[in-house]
């Protein structure tokens, strides 16, 4: 009754050996090549004259084909299917110098053996069946959390959190469905399981337990991709200052003659492990300096992307800022939120200051840290974020989509429920089951999969 569709599991994936370097470009102490494939008994007696036994590091000189020793090191053998990828894999590990392990993987190459693609390893681990999607790509943002809560997250997604919330909820889904389908198999027995409360409360209960789903991924894909503040205002007004002070390093160039910052400065800083991308723009004002005009314009094009626009001001002329004429230019004011600074030199108060305007406004001073606590509160509120707990894992903003359909075909199930339509509730429920999968790849096309895995790494 439920058919079982795992992309591209029907075609086998490319039995092609593979290789690449599993470790970063630069100098270090070691440096690893990494295969895969049915081939790597072979290169392991062709490079090492033996095959390791499986599991054990075996130092060992590591050998061209005509016999000269190319690097010296630990060999590792983990034989298929007790592998990352589920083939046979081979480790080698040597020396960290980049020309000394690119002559390692070119020996390995001119072997037969395939340069591995982005990902590739991660890939054919989830085409054999060692990870689903979900873990797989936790693999990835293990590699690149910018935070200590974003590693436990990707982690716990990792060990397989993740994965066990969608398998309890699609287990609910299957067995309603089976319910509903026994009215459309067998209405000669006569069973009305329609007029059952039951069957409704079941799927509103599903809906609770989505919902619930749907706010730690939330979380957790917050972690992943952070949040991009763009500081805008115009010249003078303090954005490098105030860049400075959240980064809490000297990333730009503070200076009192306008126009400073022509091009768009970036930072990445974290606030209780939400990942900020903040963007210093050039100074707002019209300008015949064709240099600072590009600067504005790209501005502009920074806040027409961004989370949030901080439109810093300074508080402390004498004339003051004309800051709803700055609003007027500015994208979405629901995004908006007006930042008075230097408040040490005109003696507002620090934090949120009391308005009528619908667009928030908060008196820090940058060069202090005045008010920057309350800002960064303000900030994490905006996103909706809340420190990472126990049961936070990673997520990316495709899992949340799936979670979103997948609500709204439960929604719908619920509504031809009640309007005594089984056959369209059965179908709602199949397509929200199948919205979840294709989370962990259960259900997922040739093409999603190709964008997910060329994102990662080479060797990875």
């Known amino acids: 009754m439920f058919g079982h569709v795992c992309a591209d599991m029907s075609t086998p994936p490319d039995r092609d050996t593979i290789a690449a370097i599993a470790t970063p470009s630069g100098v270090g102490g070691i440096g690893i090549v990494r295969i895969s494939g049915p081939r790597v008994p072979e290169i392991a007696h062709a490079l090492l004259d033996r095959l390791p036994e499986p599991r054990f590091a075996l130092f060992s000189r590591f050998r061209s084909t005509d016999g000269v020793a190319l690097d010296e090191g630990l060999a590792l053998y983990f034989p298929a299917p007790h592998s990352f990828t589920g083939e046979h894999v081979l480790e080698l590990h040597g020396h960290g110098g980049p020309v000394v392990v690119d002559i390692l993987l070119q020996e390995v190459l001119a072997q037969g ?75 000669e027995e ?76 970036r930072e990445r800083i974290q606030i209780d492990g939400l990942p900020l991308h903040v963007l210093d723009t050039a100074g707002l004002r019209e300008t015949s300096n064709a240099i600072e005009s590009e600067g504005v314009r790209r501005a502009h094009e920074a806040m027409q992307r961004a989370d949030r626009v901080l439109l810093v001001i300074d508080d402390s002329e004498i004339e003051g800022t004309d800051a709803r004429t700055l609003l007027y230019r500015l994208p979405d004011s629901a995004r908006i939120t007006l930042i008075r600074n230097k408040i040490d030199r005109s003696g507002r108060l620090p934090g949120a200051v009391e308005t009528k305007s619908d667009v928030p406004e908060f008196g820090i001073s940058a060069q202090n840290g005045e008010g920057l606590d309350a800002l960064r509160r303000h900030l994490k509120e905006c996103m909706g974020y809340q420190t990472a707990g126990e049961g936070t894992f990673s997520a990316r903003r495709r899992h949340l989509d799936a979670i979103e359909r997948a609500r709204s075909h439960v929604e719908t199930a619920l509504v031809q429920l009640e309007t005594r339509r089984p056959e369209l509730a059965a179908e709602e429920l199949r397509q929200a089951q199948r919205a979840l999968g294709e989370i962990t790849g259960e259900f997922s096309s040739d093409d999603l999969l190709g964008r997910i895995f060329s994102s990662f790494c080479i060797g990875k």
């Open 113 to 187: 053996v395939r340069m591995a693609r982005p990902g590739e390893f991660s890939e054919r681990a989830f085409l054999n069946g060692k990870l689903d999607l979900a873990q797989a790509e936790a693999v990835a943002d293990l590699i690149e959390s910018a935070s200590a809560e974003a590693a436990r997250a990707a982690m716990r997604s990792l060990e397989g959190a993740f994965s066990q919330r969608i398998s309890i909820i699609n287990e609910q889904l299957i067995e309603l469905r089976l319910h509903i389908e026994a009215t459309l198999d067998f209405p």
């Open 190 to 265: 006569g069973i009305d399981l329609l007029a059952d409360n039951n069957l409704a409360s079941r799927a509103r209960e599903i809906t609770i337990q989505i919902d619930s789903l749907r706010a730690v991924t939330r979380q957790g894909q917050l972690l992943h991709d952070g949040m991009t503040v763009v500081l805008a205002g115009p010249p003078n007004a303090g954005k490098s200052s105030l860049l400075n002070a959240l980064a809490q390093n000297d990333s730009a160039i503070v200076s009192p003659i306008p126009g400073t910052t022509r091009d768009v400065l």
